[in-house]
């Protein structure tokens, strides 16, 4: 009965118990960890997923615009040359009018005014073109902005 209430013996059941319960709190530990490791993968999963998705749109978005761009830059060019055209249509026919007997100066002056118009009728093209590129995408911002939260 002497062995029972050895003090030794009870510091061993005492030292095993303390063992025991951290050894069970050293699992539930890492238990833990792995369950927030776990969710914490998944959150940024889902994440990369969701920033796929809109990175998609967007990049959708940019080659739409791009192509607009280049279909106005393809429109100024195509006016420019039209312009250019119609320059020397204007150039032959104030040569003609200068060296026709008895003509007066206001053909020379409509073939000006006619130029100048023309001039400024390419730069407003040039400019409402420029214009409507921006609304769209400013247009194709916010939805993207405002749908998306």
């Known amino acids: 009965m002497m062995g029972?209430?050895?003090p030794r013996i009870w510091l061993m059941v005492a030292?095993?118990?303390?063992a025991g319960y951290g050894l069970g709190r050293w699992h539930q530990y890492q238990h833990d960890s792995a369950a927030h490791?776990?969710?914490?993968?998944?959150?940024?999963?889902k994440a990369e997923a969701e920033y796929q998705v809109k990175l998609k749109i967007v990049e959708g978005q940019v080659d739409e615009q791009?192509?607009?761009?280049?279909?106005?830059?393809?429109?100024?060019?195509?006016?420019?040359?039209?312009?250019?055209?119609?320059?020397?249509?204007?150039?032959?026919?104030?040569?003609?009018?200068a060296s026709a007997p008895g003509t007066d100066d206001s053909a020379a002056t409509?073939?000006?005014?006619?130029?100048?118009?023309?001039?400024?009728y390419q730069a407003l093209g040039e400019e409402a073109g420029r214009l409507a590129n921006q609304v769209i995408g400013l247009q194709q911002y916010v939805r993207q902005v405002c749908v998306s939260q």
Do not use: M, Y
């Open 15 to 18: 030292g095993l118990a303390v």
């Open 66 to 97: 791009r192509k607009r761009v280049e279909a106005a830059q393809r429109s100024a060019t195509n006016a420019r040359g039209e312009l250019g055209k119609l320059r020397d249509i204007i150039a032959r026919a104030q040569e003609s009018a």
């Open 4 to 6: 029972f209430l050895d």
């Open 110 to 120: 409509s073939s000006q005014l006619l130029g100048e118009c023309s001039e400024r």
């Open 37 to 45: 490791a776990k969710a914490t993968l998944e959150a940024l999963e």
